[in-house]
């Protein structure tokens, strides 16, 4: 039995960065077991709980500020996959994404020695411009961070081209893409 943990983390019904989240989904089911939990948060809801640089968490392994935000923290502490999915905003992921991430102080202990070491993960993201493919840049960026934290990235997923709401829906490339990162995920 294997659990997924998946952050979404775009503001929009029927975004984009959902429905690759979910292809990414139905691969991991696909690859998996009956008994196989895939647990997925909506990062908008933990939109409050910005960090404040209190310092505690590293000592802890928990966030003292906010137990809604230790809650998801602990999920992937006790997960054996990780899901990031954002959309790019500003060659970045978005707001959502970066105020949970700002947490993950509490994956470093105090020697820095990483508390999700050996997890794997799974990246995607989706961008407006349909010439350069921003998307792929986001999820080098987080393929570093999670590399940093000894987490293994199996693969990542950058979609360009898809601007307006559920565009995705009919790129099939990108659709079959994010299912096969589904199953890589979940085939160890
Ligand atoms: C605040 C903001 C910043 C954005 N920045 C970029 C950008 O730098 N490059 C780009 O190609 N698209 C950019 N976009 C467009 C989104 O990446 C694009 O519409 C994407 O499909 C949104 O995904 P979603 O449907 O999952 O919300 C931006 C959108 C917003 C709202």
Known sequence: MKKTVVLMASPRLQSNTDILANRVMDGIRSAGSEEDIIDKTDLVELQEFVCCACGQCRAAGECLQFPEVTEILEK?????????????????????????????????RPDYTSRIAGKRAAVVSCCGNAEINLADQVCSQLSELLSF??????????????????????????????????VALNSK
């Open 76 to 108: 992937i502490e006790e997960a054996d996959n990780l899901v990031l999915a954002t959309p790019t905003w500003w060659l970045g992921p978005s707001s959502y994404l970066k105020i949970f991430m700002d947490h993950w102080g509490a994956f470093l």
């Open 149 to 182: 934290l000894k987490v293994d990235v199996v693969g990542t997923l950058g979609v360009k081209g898809v601007a307006e709401i559920g565009a995705v829906s009919r790129d099939r490339s990108a659709l079959e893409k994010a299912f096969q990162l589904g």
